[in-house]
């Protein structure tokens, strides 16, 4: 992404919904943090409760629904960070703009957070806003993709700055969707992939009386899917897009595991919570 980083250990998305935490997480040993779903008005996600954690399984279950100040809130918190690290800024849409406008939300929270932003990550992949992972239909996700780059070509020859777009996918999608995307996104020059969001699937748990409350699950038992998606796509991109590895990392061994699919940088959230800072620095020395 033409980005250097300190090293490849990064926050993924949701942790800091709102970018009001970004100095004492920039403080932690991540080589990037990536803050957001930002969506353009500020919402009050789903109801409580609406957070499961499944701890003998080293798990999560979510359906938050974006919650979050909305990006003009946002972008002032990030103004008021003295955080100098490589910072990512995700993106999404309003649980109630139609998904036929989606483009229109993701335009709108680009022009805000591009000159604040290393990298503006794109969430099509969330399980908790209705439709939402419709946009990763090879037509839709096709003309998102066009107007995205478009307006980035805009802002870079404004701010006389390139800043880098990854697409967020999520780890439910055929092999058949894969290749889709893929092509999709290598025709549209897209600068990374984050591989993946949390699954709907409750395949993998040890006991699935566990996991019957909706939403999207992840930690440990997301890593096994998340591996095996980042494996195929590193077969179908072949180099020509960097892939972002998130899902399930709960050690060092795991986040060189995640390497090893295919990935150049990983990410964390539900291993933190179960093993605390300690993670960051497991996975910086086994990467190495
Ligand atoms: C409580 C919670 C909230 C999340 N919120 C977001 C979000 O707002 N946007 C997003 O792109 N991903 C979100 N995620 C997904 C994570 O960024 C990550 O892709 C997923 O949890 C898999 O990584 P993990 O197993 O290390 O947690 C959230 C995850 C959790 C557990």
Redesign the pocket.
Known sequence: MGIPFQNPVGL???LD?NGSHIDALGKLGFGFIEI??ITPRPQLGNPMPR?FRLPEDQG?I?R?G?NNVGVDAAVENIRLSNYKGVLGI?IGKNFDTPIEKAADDYLLCMRKVYQYSNYIAI?IS?PNTKNLRDLQETKALNSLLVDLKKEQTRLADYYGRYVPIAL?ISPDLTSKHLNAISKTMIKNKIDGVIA???TISRDSLGDIARGNESGGM??KP?FKLSNSIIHELYERLQGEIPIIG????SSGEDALEKIKAGAELIQ????LIYHGRKLILDACRSIG
């Open positions: 993924a998305a949701g919904k957001g779903t957070l999560i979510n938050f974006f995700n969430n969330s967020k993946t969001n949390t992840s930690g997301l998130v899902g399930g990392i964390m959230y539900s291993g």
